[in-house]
């Protein structure tokens, strides 16, 4: 007697099963659009914060400006700290608070324009800087 091939096309089956095609197999498809995919080493903790929300930015009494901003997503590495940056021509911008806070007051002469952003940090990190707002408009 000479011994068969298994078919290929056949699932195998086991004693006590019904024979047939085996389930299929889920396949994970990419990760939503708002959502940043995990680095390969599958370690979320090396992921930036989002950027954070565009600043909006009022006035505060005399010499100072409120500035408020929406939270980054965590998608990965905590925020630990905001940096806000001023600029007094809207192109050389320096740090002038960092915060653990969404609202700084910041002091700001009442006859200058302004510029602000926001950049969130985390240990893996610095985020994009967010949109900037000019002050006043």
Do not use: H, M
Request: no cysteine.
């Amino acid at each position: 007697v000479k011994p068969t091939e298994p078919d290929p096309t056949e699932s195998p089956s086991t004693p006590g099963s019904t024979p047939g095609p085996s389930s299929p197999t889920e396949v994970p498809g990419p990760a939503p659009e708002y959502q940043t995919p995990p680095p390969a080493d599958g370690n979320v903790n090396d992921i930036p914060p989002e950027k954070p929300g565009k600043p909006t930015v009022r006035r505060s009494g005399r010499k100072y400006v409120r500035v408020r901003w929406q939270a980054s997503e965590e998608l990965g590495s905590p925020v630990t700290r905001y940096l806000i940056y001023r600029s007094k021509n809207g192109t050389s911008f320096s740090v002038v608070k960092r915060t653990t806070d969404r609202t700084v007051r910041v002091r700001a002469a009442k006859k200058n324009t302004y510029w602000f952003y926001v950049v969130a940090d985390s240990e893996a990190g610095r985020s994009d800087r967010s949109s900037t707002t000019k002050y006043p408009k």
